[in-house]
């Protein structure tokens, strides 16, 4: 008996504790994909040591004044860090090297992946975990990569690099080259990944990879790199693009030519045209001005976002024109949202929540 009243007595501070600090997660982290926080209490002896990282400085001086008022005389040890961590030192930036850079939900292979990031993608790290590095990416997604496949640099270094001449890979996919007669790769490369490229030779362009690897990539395949917003999308380039991806699988937080899911095929779409779009679906949904479509759907303009869903919106599309879109399902394939259309799609009808409308005619 004595030893369950005792763990009843440990176990009163730490739920309320705990308690306590899920108030402040609601209260100063609204949508927990774009900020990180990570806290725990440990009895040691007579007393109770707190520690946790977070990037929201409110939310570390909440839980700190929520461990004093709990735990009282009894609080130990308190380690409570506001990322990025301060032993990442100058390094304070990084891009992504790979062609591809899986984000886990937690530093394992075996966990969810929650996104992708593509080459050239410049990242902020946050803090290391083995050979794990929790990263933000520039719309604030948050997840886990390996190390190997980011290159760190300083504020400086990373400004040197940005502000050079850049392009973008424009092709679904294709290979850089060592040499310009093609004869051996150095890596492969996808949609919507960054170079820094240099003079021709031989028919190719030399190119320069964000880790510092030399190569080369046939000209017509890059196209200018611009900031998203410095230009005016054309709705009928989002649509040829979106076309042109036709048959790319539905993979679970995929965001590249490897493998879309729906919200990352139109993240991919609109950023390839200069729309920096937020990660999610619901996040999406937030942007751009509502269209109160026809019964025909006829007013309804090519480029312009559906969203799907019952309860919550779950699913995004690009429309077509009209009754017919394009999105990530199985495959990136085309539906229809009209009956006497071949391809019509009434699971997507019934649960058509809104359109919105974030491009404007040039």
């Known amino acids: ?67 004093r008022a709990v735990f009282g005389n009894r609080l130990g040890k308190v380690e409570l860090r506001v990322l990025p961590d301060s032993s990442l030192g100058e390094k304070t930036e990084a891009l992504i090297r790979v062609s591809v850079a899986p984000m886990r939900r937690t530093p394992r292979h075996s966990a969810e992946m ?11 790290p946050l803090k290391e975990e083995g050979s794990w590095l929790l990263i933000q990416t520039p719309y604030r997604y ?24 850049l392009a973008r890979y424009s ?9 310009f007669d093609e004869t051996e790769p150095v890596c492969d490369i996808v949609l919507s990944c960054v170079v820094r490229p240099g003079p021709m030779q031989g028919g190719l362009t ?24 410095h230009h005016k999308p054309n709705p009928a380039d989002v649509v040829r693009l979106a076309l042109q991806l036709r048959g790319i699988p539905y993979l679970w937080g995929g965001n590249s030519t490897k493998g879309f899911d729906c919200s990352g095929f139109t993240q991919t779409v609109f950023g390839m045209n200069g729309v920096a779009l937020p990660r999610d679906a619901d996040q999406q949904a937030a942007l751009g001005t509502k269209v109160e479509s026809s019964a025909d ?9 559906l969203f799907f869903g019952k309860d919550r919106i779950t699913h995004v599309a690009i429309s077509l024109g009209g009754a017919r879109f394009i999105h990530a399902s199985g495959d990136v394939h085309i539906k229809s949202l009209a009956p006497h259309d071949k391809d019509f799609d009434s699971e997507r009808r019934d649960n058509l929540q809104f359109i919105k409308r974030v491009l404007t005619e040039p």
């Open 1 to 67: 008996m004595l030893p369950l009243l005792l763990a009843m007595f440990q176990a009163a501070p730490l739920t309320d504790f705990q308690n306590r600090v899920a108030e402040i997660e609601k209260a100063t982290i609204p949508d927990k994909r774009l900020e990180f926080l990570q806290v725990e209490a440990v009895k040691q002896g007579d007393k109770w040591e707190v520690k946790g990282d977070t990037t929201v400085a409110a939310a570390r001086d909440g839980i700190l004044e929520a461990a």
């Open 114 to 124: 929650v996104d992708q990031v593509v080459m050239g993608t410049p990242v902020r």
């Open 142 to 165: 948050l997840g886990w990569v390996e190390k190997l496949m980011v290159t760190r640099l300083t504020q400086a270094e990373l400004s040197a690099w940005t502000t050079g001449p």
């Open 171 to 179: 092709r679904p996919s294709g290979t850089v080259w060592a040499h």
């Open 206 to 229: 030399a190119v320069i990879l964000p880790d510092g690897r030399k190569g080369f990539l046939p000209p017509d395949s890059l196209s200018p790199f611009t900031v998203a917003g």
């Open 297 to 305: 759907f006829s007013n309804v303009k090519a480029g312009d976002l």
